[in-house]
């Protein structure tokens, strides 16, 4: 078994690499999702490190004295990180030339072929689910003989080997907590709307769904639903227990879809009641009362819902799947049965006019989640948005990310220009935020929970300090025009 580093490089200051299908950017206030991505294969590999910089801290200097001594280091990337990727694999490099180092992440996945041909520091690219590719090549499998790898041969050739099905037995999937546990430290993990210190991960793969700009079933993930047991979930939620004891406040299931299977979510839901644990989980805004009563009933506390659009026509163009209606009734039972949400929202879908924005806001108001969050369109390689996208003319020559991480529009239609949508982002927060409806339930959750009133009174000023930091990239990028 070849000594291996899992890594997930230094980046922008504040940026969540670990982040979900459209947010790999500096977000509003200090959030850093788990690498979920990273710690599977990490867990499949005996003796295997995982690093994870960013919430970390950790620079390329501190980087580059753990690698030293590693055979195989395989680095999670993205398209906004990239470029800043492939200095830290140069850097590691450098300082030791034999090592072998490979990239995954969507992006890479998507365009194994100019990656290797334009960074020739990348030895190898893992494409679609990597997991047992990476433990592979750490048990020194021979290059051309592992399936889902990429890479440059001996004679500098880019080789692609052929395509690695998808895993369909999560049960023998080994739990990725342990891992959590040996090498990342839970106390720097912060999601504004979940409970600190929280832990999330996935109990599957795939969604059914067919968002036009959802990164991960488009590149990685696949349509179908791939899952562990309910038995099995409740094993791993009895370890966790058993590792972190009261540490954690909070379990997010961050499967895509965690909910499409009514029966199964209620199943591991009971487990949860009886470990006596706290949960939450990403939901489509579809779930009916009785369903949500029985999960509430069982310890959900929080669902995070994908809202994108207050206009019925977005929606459709983007195959959400999702009536308005729905979420109205969807949401007002969530009201009446206590259980919190954070909505999300994209601002710059096809095909956005300053009308569509206004009722985008006007809807999110009328739902009034506990907390949203307000993304820009991220037109990923690999995705159906990407395509419409280079087919309509519609990219501007900025990239996904400004040099301070936050997230710009590489979007712009006749309707709205990208400087419109960027202006969109701080008006929604404005208008949702600066209402009673939002402040109170805020106020008074941070008068029943002291570590509550210190995280929100920090939030507000980092979320504040954000809107100034992207007033400011605006103007000059206004001025540079």
């Not at 307000?374 to 995705?383: F, H, K, L, Q, R």
């Amino acid at each position: 078994m070849k000594k291996t580093l899992f890594l997930s490089p230094p980046s922008f200051d504040g940026f969540d690499g670990g982040a979900g299908s459209r947010y790999q950017a500096k977000r509003e206030i200090t959030s850093f999702w788990y690498p979920t991505w990273l710690a599977q294969p990490a867990a499949l590999v005996p003796g295997s490190k995982l690093v994870d910089a960013p919430p970390h801290g950790q620079t390329v200097e501190d980087v580059l004295k753990i690698a030293r001594d590693y055979e195989l280091v395989i680095m999670h990337t993205s398209t906004p990180s990239l470029a800043n990727d492939v200095k830290c694999a140069e850097a590691i490099k450098a300082q030791n030339p034999d090592v072998k180092i490979g990239f995954v992440g969507a992006h890479v996945a998507v365009l194994p072929e100019e990656t290797l041909r334009d960074h020739p520091v990348i030895d190898f690219v893992c494409r679609n689910e990597f997991d047992y590719t990476c433990k592979e090549l750490a048990e020194g499998v021979a290059w051309e003989d592992i399936k889902g790898l990429s890479y440059r041969d001996q004679f500098s050739n880019v080789r692609h080997n052929e395509e690695r099905p998808l895993i369909h037995d999560w049960d023998a999937m080994p739990s990725v907590l342990p891992t959590y546990a040996r090498d990342l430290d839970i106390n720097k993990y912060f999601i504004g709307y979940l409970l600190h210190p929280y832990i999330s991960f996935y109990t599957g793969r795939g969604c059914p769904a067919k968002c036009t700009f959802c990164l991960w079933p488009q590149t990685i993930g696949g349509h179908l639903y791939r899952h562990k047991s309910p038995e099995v979930v409740g094993r791993e939620m009895a370890e966790a227990k058993a590792i972190f004891g009261d540490k954690v406040r909070e379990y997010m299931f961050d499967d895509d879809t965690f909910t499409i299977d009514k029966h199964r979510a209620i199943a591991i839901s009971e487990h949860m009641k009886r470990l006596k644990l706290t949960w939450s989980c990403n939901a489509r805004a579809n779930l009916d009362y009785d369903t949500l009563k029985t999960l509430r009933d069982n310890g959900l506390r929080l669902l995070l819902v994908g809202f994108e659009s207050g206009n019925q026509d977005i929606l459709n163009r983007i195959k959400k799947g999702i009536k308005l209606e729905v979420a109205r009734e969807f949401m007002k039972n969530c009201h009446k049965l206590g259980i919190t949400v954070h909505g999300t929202f994209i601002i710059g879908l096809p095909i956005e006019t300053q009308e569509t924005v206004e009722e985008t806001i006007r809807f999110a108001c009328e739902l009034s989640p506990h907390t949203i969050q307000v993304s820009i369109a991220a037109p990923y390689p690999g995705t159906e948005l990407y395509e419409q996208a280079k087919a309509n003319g519609w990219f501007t020559n900025q990239s996904l990310v400004a040099n301070s991480g936050i997230q710009t529009s590489t979007l712009q239609y006749p309707t709205l220009s990208s400087e419109e949508i960027e202006d969109a982002v701080e008006r929604m927060y404005r208008k949702f935020y600066f209402r009673p409806k939002a402040i109170i339930p805020i106020v008074k959750e941070m008068l029943t929970d002291r570590q509550m009133m210190v995280r929100r009174l920090r939030e507000g000023g980092e979320f504040f300090t954000y809107l100034k930091e992207r007033r400011n990239q605006q103007t000059a990028a206004h001025a540079g025009n």
